[in-house]
């Protein structure tokens, strides 16, 4: 439990490449042809969708603990160590640990989605209320 915790302190103090998850950032990735890998659960993208032109990829399994085959599954997506691509999950926070370990593992070009799906929600409410 001590190193988890150290983990997420860790990330908190060592930033990496972030920006919001909102609509105009999503479709400007889409733009730039920088694939989005959505780390959540398969039970998650069933319940509250997922960006149509994501990769679905699951991190950490429903019982937290690392995928063990998420590297290979992002080869085979054609994304590998010098890929430039972003990572989003429901609230940030583990894309955040994820976007960390993949750097540790060699992936330097790793984009984070701070506040994750949640706020791309919150996001496109805000815009069609504008409307």
Known sequence: MKKIIFLFSFVYLFGFNSIDATKD???????ENIPIVDIRTPSEWKSTGT??????????????????????????????????????CRTGHRSKVAAKILEDNGYKNVINLKNGMFNLFKDLLKNLKEQ
């Open 25 to 31: 950032n999503i479709l400007k990735l889409h733009k």
């Open 51 to 88: 960006i149509p032109f994501a990769k679905k990829i699951m991190f950490f399994t429903p019982r937290g603990q690392i995928n063990q085959a998420f590297l290979y599954e992002l080869k085979q997506n054609g994304i590998n160590k010098n890929s430039k691509f972003a990572v989003i």
